[in-house]
């Protein structure tokens, strides 16, 4: 006798709530095209002043001009968590002082010279919360 596995549920969330999932995490996955292929670099983030503040051992000249960041909380408990996605341009934080106050609070990876901070400018925002199937 077999059970079938049980139907796990993706349940979208308003954007407000999603940057408040986004806002409680720090770990995320940059994406963005280069040359034709998808880029995905492990990433840390900060969410202030409505702009996500990202740190990634991206190389600053290939960033390109919009980009894609996904973070997410996948929990033990099977099906459980939410998942973000948000997309808009993107710009490299170029003051000296502003950087370092990103580099103080953000750790990192460095990738050789690569250490890359970045501030995207959320224009589309998407999230699930991932729920067990009601009983």
């Known amino acids: 006798m077999s059970t079938a596995p049980a139907t796990l549920r993706m349940i979208e969330v308003s954007g407000p709530e999603a940057l408040w999932l986004l806002e409680g ?18 990433a840390r983030h900060v969410w202030e002043y409505g702009r996500l503040v990202i740190r990634t051992p991206a ?5 390109p001009e919009t980009a894609t960041y996904h973070a997410d909380d996948i929990r033990t408990v099977p099906g459980t968590g939410w998942t973000v996605t948000v997309c808009g341009p993107v710009e490299v934080i170029t003051d000296r ?5 990103y580099r103080r609070t953000l750790s990192g ?9 970045l501030r995207l400018h959320p224009k589309t925002v998407a999230g699930f919360r991932l729920a067990r199937p009601e009983a």
């Open 25 to 42: 995490s720090t770990l995320g996955r940059l994406v963005y095209a280069q040359r034709d292929l998808t880029v995905l670099r492990p």
């Open 59 to 63: 190389p600053a000249p290939a960033t």
């Open 97 to 101: 002082d502003e950087a370092a106050h």
């Open 109 to 117: 990876w460095r990738h050789g010279p690569h250490d890359t901070l």
